[in-house]
């Protein structure tokens, strides 16, 4: 027995370490290993990898195995829930009256399968597997090119924007307009602006007498222009006051149909990016299916590709469970005599 199981077989006791050191020694063999790594929890010492064996040895403690890549990491705690095997998992370090470790999950295997690291194929039964997730992939890329081909139907179909978006802008364009209109139909005359400026001369006049004929006579020119500008104005505005309530009722309702169609634009390019990025993640596992086939271990519960992989969800669990069953891939394949 190596020094790493000897350790471990005294801090589980001869029962629990009778019954997991069959296991352990399949595990170490399989991946590849010469040994396990029984690791002291203190503060600030973290391992990551992929979780390759759990067990429980009491109602509140268990036995994680985590393959580190250069070595197979055992830790024994209280870890609450156990995420299935082939889950990217962290064993951090942690004070509670004592140094204890935490099981952090970074990213769970959320197929409904499960993993057995132990346990090497022997017959080509045991890669079947790898053919349901060959399936799978290519069952992906045609129902995320079908997505695509109704997202452009969808978007095809989906009204021109309206062109009368600024309603206030022409208004007031338009009533500005008006105004200069009503200025300049409502102008001084040229007598008139004769009178304006003798009566502005007037104004200066040493005279007191002379000075207020020339203040009465400018306000009453500057008041009859006034009169003539507000009348101009009133009979330029009747009409756009009439129409204005429906104009503006057009608009309000152009605005809320490009507000409708801005939506549904928004959510018809999110959902083909978001088809784009799954293709081409099919895209890239192909290869990675290619290592499979040499994996040294099973999964159990995948004879046939998952179901309803034209779900988003569906879809992106099985992609992400590849990129997790490659790098549970050995990176060590030392041989060793048992």
Same mark, same amino acid.
């Given at each position: 027995?190596?020094?790493?199981? %000897? ?22 063999? @399989? ?8 690791? $002291? ?16 040895? &009491?109602? =509140?403690? @268990? ?6 890549? &250069? ?38 295997? $959320? ?13 080509? %039964?045991?890669?079947?597997? =790898? ?6 992939? %290519? ?9 695509? &081909? ?13 062109? $009368? ?21 409502? @102008? ?14 007037? $104004? ?91 994996? =040294? ?36 394949? @030392?041989?060793?005599?048992?």
């Amino acid at each position: 027995m190596t020094s790493g199981l %000897a350790d471990l077989s005294q801090l589980l006791g001869g029962e629990i370490a009778r019954r997991a050191g069959h296991d352990l020694w399949r595990l170490v063999y @399989a991946r590849g290993h010469v040994d396990l790594d029984v690791a $002291r929890p203190f503060v600030g010492r973290s391992c990551a990898g992929i979780l390759v064996y759990a067990r429980s040895i &009491d109602d =509140v403690r @268990a036995l994680l195995v985590v393959d580190v890549g &250069d070595r197979l990491v055992a830790a024994v705690g209280r870890f609450g829930a156990i995420p299935r095997l082939a889950s990217a998992v962290r064993l951090v370090g942690a004070y509670d009256g004592e140094a204890i470790w935490k099981l952090i999950v970074d990213e769970p295997f $959320r197929l409904d399968a499960h993993v057995h690291f132990d346990q090497p194929p022997l017959q080509r %039964a045991d890669h079947r597997w =790898v053919e349901s997730l060959r399936n799978g992939v %290519a069952l992906i890329r045609a129902a995320e090119a079908e997505r695509r &081909d109704r997202l452009t139907a969808e978007r095809r179909s989906l009204p021109l924007p309206a062109v $009368r978006t600024a309603g206030d802008a022409l208004m007031r364009e338009r009533a500005d307009a008006l105004r200069r209109e009503a200025e300049r139909r409502s @102008a001084y005359t040229g007598v008139e602006r004769l009178q304006l400026e003798a009566a502005r001369a007037s $104004r200066s006049s040493t005279n007191p007498a002379e000075r207020r004929r020339g203040v009465v006579r400018e306000t009453d020119l500057v008041r009859a222009r006034q009169a003539r500008f507000d009348v101009a104005l009133a009979e330029r505005l009747a009409v756009p006051r009439r129409v204005v309530p429906t104009l503006r009722g057009e608009v309000n309702l152009a605005a809320a149909r490009n507000r409708a169609t801005h939506d549904v634009l928004a959510r018809i390019e999110s959902a083909y990016a978001d088809s784009l990025a799954r293709s081409a993640s099919a895209f890239a596992a192909i290869p990675w299916l290619a290592a499979l086939d040499d994996a =040294v271990f099973v999964v159990e519960g995948l004879d046939a590709p998952p179901p309803r992989l034209d779900e988003p969800t569906n879809a992106n669990d099985l992609l992400r469970a590849i990129v997790l069953l490659v790098r549970a891939l050995p990176r060590s394949r @030392a041989l060793v005599a048992v």
